[in-house]
């Protein structure tokens, strides 16, 4: 797969461009073992690095122009180019906002990158919650760090410049809100590791994940749900937590401990309230579940993944039908837990799954949707991988 996905963008880039690129480099998605709606709330999260990841083949242009090609097997190329001076928000536009804004926040920082021929291909799904926008983000700062020689890569420090940089090319030229777990898991992330996050202090702690000694697999399930991902919900939800945390005189909800909630339902109107008891139980179950995973005690980590889900559906409201069913279908079939994962309003779902139910568990949540007539959902299992790093 990986090597098929190297040569297709290899071969297609000599086709396109007229010769060989100088390599070729690659990013991976990412999916948040729990710690969800919490970054912008100065708390934790615990994302783990996917096998699957976005591929770019890139040479250095010298007439400082951006030329990029993004293949889909089965579908038309998709192109965008733009001259690297007169990037913005409405240049190029689209999907290739967010490969140009790498080049312009690289650039608004002072770095001395130029022109670049791009051909990419992902094997990452889009729009599923699961982060082809850091992948497609952090592959380019891979390949314009080593292309212009900026040495970015090859320490955590350069790594962390490329982290800022990906984050502003999402907000400030593609347009969309991002906190930096995706480009923080997208560039630290180490095999067999997932990384604490904290959002307060800027740590990030690699923590080992391993499973398969505990007889367990982690199941993804892209529920291909058609929510439009509702950008009102999400800044709804963020200002809630503002407004709570001003009311309560706390910087943020980090500040707060579940001790607190009592006069946090004393002061607050019902809603916020609620949307607080997310943050502050959501913030304390990431470190209980780091402990539940050095343990082995995977009871207990699936317990957290339930409480975590129902959190995310009764307080904070942002599940739907299709996540609900994944969970509920998961734990009927043996599971010992499982939760939404992402934004939330679709998208994807994790479970923790006994390595021999996997297929039942799968089986189970396929039947429901096809009863439901929803969407077929998109299940796979995965281990921790790697940062973004050269391939060739
Ligand atoms: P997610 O990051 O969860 O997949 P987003 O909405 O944040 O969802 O990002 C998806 C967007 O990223 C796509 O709509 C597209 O603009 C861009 N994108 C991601 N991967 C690719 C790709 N391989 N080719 C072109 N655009 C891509
Ligand atoms: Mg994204």
């Known amino acids: 797969m990986t090597a098929d996905l190297i040569g297709l963008v290899t071969d297609t880039f000599g086709d396109l461009v007229g010769r060989d690129p100088e390599g070729v480099w690659s990013a991976p998605g990412r999916v948040n073992l729990i710690g969800e709606h919490t970054d912008y709330n ?8 996917l096998p699957q990841r976005t591929y770019v083949a890139a040479g250095a242009r010298s007439d400082g122009r951006l030329r990029v090609t993004s293949i889909t097997p089965g579908r038309r190329p998709s192109h965008a180019e733009v001259a690297l001076t007169e990037i913005s928000r409405e240049h190029p536009g689209s999907w290739g ?7 312009w926040a690289l650039l608004a920082e002072g770095y001395a990158v130029g022109g670049l021929d791009l051909v990419l291909t992902s094997a990452v799904p889009v729009g599923a919650g ?11 700062a891979a390949a314009a760090s080593d292309v212009y020689r900026l040495g970015l890569l090859d320490t955590d ?25 995706d480009q923080t898991a997208a560039l630290l992330s180490r095999p067999g590791h997932a990384l604490r996050l904290d959002f307060r202090s800027g740590e990030v702690t690699p ?18 749900a058609s929510h439009a991902l509702n950008d009102g919900q999400y800044a709804e939800r963020r200002s809630s937590c503002e407004r709570a945390a001003a009311t309560l005189g706390v910087p943020s909800l980090r500040e707060l401990s579940v001790a607190d909630l009592p006069r946090v339902e004393r002061e607050l109107d019902q809603v916020d309230a609620r949307r607080v008891r997310h943050v ?34 009764d307080d904070y409201e942002v599940s739907c039908a299709e996540l609900d069913a994944v969970v509920e279908e998961a734990v009927a079939a043996g599971a010992p837990g499982a939760r939404m994962t992402g934004g939330g309003f679709g998208g994807s779902a994790i479970a923790l799954v006994p390595v021999d139910e996997v297929d039942v568990v799968t089986s189970a949540i396929e039947t429901r949707f096809s009863r439901e007539g929803w969407n077929e959902p998109h299940c796979f299992t995965a281990t921790p991988g790697s940062a973004a790093y050269r391939d060739v």
């Not at 906002?97 to 080049?103: I, P, S, W």
């Not at 790594?159 to 906190?179: C, S």
């Not at 050095?294 to 980590?301: F, K, L, N, T, V």
Request: glycine fraction near 10%; hydrophobic fraction near 45%.
């Open 280 to 313: 502050v139980t959501e913030i304390h179950r990431v470190d209980a579940c780091i402990q539940s995973l050095r343990d082995g005690d995977m009871e207990e980590a699936g317990r957290l993944f339930v409480a975590s889900h129902e959190s995310l559906r």
């Open 97 to 103: 906002g967010y490969v140009a804004g790498v080049l």
């Open 207 to 224: 923590v080992p994940v391993d499973l398969s000694s505990a007889g367990m697999v982690l199941l993804v399930c892209d529920t291909r």
């Open 130 to 140: 699961l982060s082809s926008s850091a992948a497609l983000t952090c592959s380019v």
């Open 42 to 49: 100065a708390g934790l999260c615990l994302p783990i690095a």
């Open 157 to 181: 420090e350069g790594r962390r410049v490329l982290i800022a940089a990906t984050i502003r090319a999402e907000n400030e030229i593609a347009g969309a809100p991002t906190g930096g777990m």
